[in-house]
């Protein structure tokens, strides 16, 4: 857990103190609307279609239990009782009191904590794997990277003003957690022959209206001009960027306009000016911000338990829960646990603060006083031994945590969409509601194997639909809601070669109630169509294209599917 020193502290009191006199003139009618607007987005203060949004940074999604509390006490003093975990690592508020709001961060900075740069165009909140420090596949610590960018990128006097919002997303393992490929810059941690460390540099990937996967404009970047090639690639972006057309102002744009070749050279003629510089890192300044990270004290514990085994023969439940919502760790005789926000009939991503103040107690008593938020709106225990492992699961239960579908089809992310969002042009929270009861029976959704499903309510694409195996986006036809259903995205890497994808549309779109049926019929194509349980939806889309799936939606598919002629062949 990263600890202020005096200069952080320092920093987010006097930005409190700073937001508290501007929403005073401001209520006071001593500030007008279009400039308080600049002010409140600087402090991830949005106005939705009910009441002001308050979104908190969670920086790379790194919690203490005290700063869980704070949480749970924020929901239930200034809030309806919860709070939402989102796609970025944070956590949002969807009822403060404008009047409140510098209360609340007052309340935050106690614990180390704020909203800045949560929104407006700036560099955002840097995310990363939610297993970093314990994955049994990592190459760096991405925490200790993602606090230098952090650092480095709040209030820097030349990117507050950016053409648009800037995502930095930093993957310190061999499998590509953080969907780097669709992030403004994405870090991908890789060692070189002779061990040296460094970064692969992804430019122009994003989501939103016209989404893009990103380029590689660097293979290995040493670690010691990561800040320098991120301002030459940041002062490139600031330089061409348009500030005429929102929907156009995005790197992705500036890089597609540029041609690949042309911004990197670009970036590269930039970067000779800075590569020596002030922000050069020393190896003195990376252990400098790595002391500041208090670390667990692990136990030398054996790597097997026994009684773990028997209890998993035993009991099927448990096994189907660890089987899904436990992972590996890199120290012998730990595990992670994924704590599911995915129960059927609550949205995606919510907790009450009865629920916050209980995983907060769960991180006291089995995981170091530690917490991760993952992207796709789950909580995780990164340090849990493995002799207490159905232990935990006997608590989560009692929270409603211990939907055993971590990658399953009901595990899905989901913006707030039309319950909440002004920008959104229908409901999310339904939609996933009924797809999660349709396919509330774990013995199928085991028989259909890993599907990401992802909802967003607009284009702006807060639920990732593009890169969901099937994305579900809502669309406003003649003032009534309507969705659009792709497949074939994926998020990133998940073994050696297998690149981010953006999905396909399969055609029209479907009204609200329609759309289980849509998701079922989509699941009947892949389960006649795969060959082997090892293949997964997404495999299965990407070999055989959309049309096959569309033809089972739309009622033209072939009654006899190649796998089942198969098998009357093969009898």
């Known amino acids: 857990m990263y600890i202020y020193d005096e200069i952080d502290q320092k920093i987010v009191d006097q930005r409190v103190d700073q937001f508290r006199g501007q929403t005073e003139r401001y209520l006071a009618g001593k500030i007008p609307e279009d400039e308080f607007r600049a002010l409140r987005l600087r402090n991830?203060?949005?106005?939705?279609?009910?009441?002001?949004?308050?979104?908190?940074?969670?920086?790379?999604?790194?919690?203490?239990?005290?700063?869980?509390?704070?949480?749970?006490?924020?929901?239930?003093?200034?809030?309806?009782?919860?709070?939402?975990?989102?796609?970025?690592?944070?956590?949002?508020?969807?009822?403060?009191?404008?009047?409140?709001?510098?209360?609340?961060?007052?309340?935050?900075?106690?614990?180390?904590?704020?909203?800045?740069?949560?929104?407006?165009?700036?560099?955002?909140?840097?995310?990363?794997?939610?297993?970093?420090?314990?994955?049994?596949?990592?190459?760096?610590?991405?925490?200790?990277?993602?606090?230098?960018?952090?650092?480095?990128?709040?209030?820097?006097?030349?990117?507050?003003?950016?053409?648009?919002?800037?995502?930095?997303?930093?993957?310190?393992?061999?499998?590509?957690?953080?969907?780097?490929?669709?992030?403004?810059?994405?870090?991908h941690a890789v060692r070189a022959d002779d061990g040296a460390v460094g970064f692969r540099v992804v430019v122009g990937g994003g989501l939103g209206r016209t989404p893009m996967v990103g380029h590689t404009i660097r293979e290995f970047l040493p670690w010691q001009h990561l800040l320098t090639y991120l301002e030459a690639a940041l002062r490139i972006y600031n330089r061409h960027g348009r500030r005429d057309n929102i929907h156009k102002a995005r790197i992705k744009f500036v890089v597609k306009e540029h041609g690949v070749q042309r911004f990197r050279e670009e970036v590269e003629a930039?970067?000779?000016?800075?590569?020596?510089?002030?922000?050069?890192?020393?190896?003195?300044?990376?252990?400098?911000?790595?002391?500041?990270?208090?670390?667990?004290?692990?136990?030398?514990?054996?790597?097997?338990?026994?009684?773990?085994?028997?209890?998993?023969?035993?009991?099927?439940?448990?096994?189907?829960?660890?089987m899904r919502n436990v992972h590996p760790h890199k120290v012998p005789g730990y595990a992670a646990v994924t704590l599911s926000l995915k129960q059927t009939g609550v949205p995606p991503g919510d907790a009450t603060s009865a629920q916050i103040d209980a995983v907060a107690d769960l991180a006291d008593h089995y995981s170091y006083g530690e917490l991760r938020v993952s992207h796709e709106q789950n909580l995780i225990l990164a340090d849990v031994k493995l002799t207490e492992l159905h232990a935990v699961w006997q608590e989560a239960k009692k929270l409603g945590m211990a939907t055993p579908n971590i990658g399953l089809l009901t595990n899905i992310i989901c913006c707030p969409g039309g319950d909440f969002c002004s920008l959104a042009n229908a409901k999310s929270i339904p939609v996933a509601q009924s797809i999660q009861e349709r396919f509330d029976d774990l013995d199928y959704l085991h028989d259909i194997g890993e599907i990401d499903l992802n909802i967003s309510g607009c284009m702006n694409a807060c639920g990732h639909h593009h890169v969901g195996h099937i994305g579900i986006l809502g669309v406003d036809k003649g003032g009534e809601e309507w969705y659009q259903i792709?497949?074939?995205?994926?998020?990133?890497?998940?073994?050696?070669?297998?690149?981010?994808?953006?999905?396909?549309?399969?055609?029209?779109?479907?009204?609200?109630?329609?759309?289980?049926?849509?998701?079922?019929?989509?699941?009947?194509?892949?389960?006649?169509?795969?060959?082997?349980?090892?293949?997964?939806?997404?495999?299965?889309?990407?070999?055989?294209?959309?049309?096959?799936?569309?033809?089972?939606?739309?009622?033209?598919?072939?009654?006899?599917?190649?796998?089942?002629?198969?098998?009357?062949?093969?009898?």
């Open 44 to 187: 991830g203060l949005y106005v939705q279609r009910y009441a002001p949004m308050l979104r908190v940074a969670v920086p790379y999604g790194l919690l203490s239990s005290k700063q869980m509390r704070m949480f749970a006490h924020i929901a239930r003093k200034y809030d309806r009782d919860y709070g939402h975990f989102s796609t970025r690592q944070n956590i949002q508020y969807n009822w403060p009191k404008l009047e409140e709001v510098p209360d609340i961060l007052a309340d935050l900075a106690t614990v180390q904590m704020h909203a800045i740069q949560t929104s407006g165009n700036c560099v955002r909140n840097i995310t990363t794997d939610h297993f970093a420090g314990v994955a049994a596949d990592e190459i760096v610590d991405s925490f200790v990277w993602c606090e230098i960018i952090r650092q480095w990128s709040t209030f820097h006097p030349e990117f507050n003003w950016l053409p648009r919002k800037f995502k930095i997303a930093v993957n310190g393992a061999k499998s590509d957690r953080a969907a780097t490929e669709v992030h403004d810059i994405g870090l």
């Open 270 to 322: 930039e970067w000779l000016q800075l590569k020596d510089g002030p922000n050069t890192l020393i190896q003195a300044e990376v252990e400098r911000i790595e002391k500041r990270f208090t670390r667990p004290a692990y136990e030398k514990l054996p790597g097997h338990d026994a009684a773990l085994d028997t209890l998993l023969t035993s009991d099927t439940a448990f096994r189907n829960w660890h």
């Open 486 to 571: 792709e497949i074939g995205g994926n998020q990133g890497e998940v073994k050696p070669g297998v690149r981010a994808s953006l999905g396909k549309v399969i055609g029209p779109s479907f009204a609200r109630a329609e759309v289980p049926d849509v998701i079922e019929k989509l699941i009947r194509c892949y389960l006649d169509n795969r060959d082997s349980e090892a293949e997964r939806f997404v495999d299965v889309a990407h070999r055989v294209g959309p049309e096959l799936f569309k033809d089972y939606v739309y009622g033209k598919a072939d009654p006899e599917s190649p796998r089942r002629r198969r098998q009357l062949a093969a009898s």
